[in-house]
């Protein structure tokens, strides 16, 4: 019901915009996130926006490079990388959770629909 892409190999510097698919219902109605897993580490949020997309939060490793969007229209939410670092390379997730719409939630336990995930590798 989540589907992400976008993921791909780059240099460090570059952008990506990665993005998640939403079908089989509404997701208006959902707070979203993308969290992100490196090999040998846990999952860890990234960003996320609120069901109306009027606020956002971001991890403070990617805080002023990434930028989190959604369209409720196309049921699509987007993550803008910039500047990205080898430090970003890991899997990326999106999630969503009906549980606090009008808050941004930080936690793995509190998304209950996950997509597949996507590879971002930023090496030179």
């Known amino acids: 019901q989540l589907q992400a892409s976008g993921g791909g190999l780059v240099q460090p510097g570059d952008s990506l915009s990665l993005s998640c698919a939403a079908s089989?219902?509404?997701?208006?109605?959902?707070?979203m996130a993308w969290f992100r897993q490196a090999p040998g580490k846990e999952r860890e949020f990234v960003a996320g926006?609120?069901?109306?997309?009027?606020?956002?939060s971001y991890a403070n490793s990617v805080k002023g490079r990434f930028a989190i969007s959604r369209d409720n229209n196309l049921n699509l939410v987007k993550l803008q990388m910039n500047n990205l670092k080898p430090e970003d390379t890991a899997v990326y997730y999106c999630?969503?959770?009906?549980?606090?719409?009008?808050?941004?939630?930080?936690?793995?336990?509190?998304?209950?629909?996950w997509g597949q995930g996507t590879q971002v590798t930023v090496s030179s």
């Open positions: 999630a969503a959770s009906r549980r606090r719409p009008t808050l941004v939630l930080l936690t793995v336990a509190e998304y209950d629909i």
């Open positions: 089989g219902r509404a997701f208006s109605g959902y707070g």
């Open positions: 926006v609120i069901w109306s997309g009027a606020a956002t």
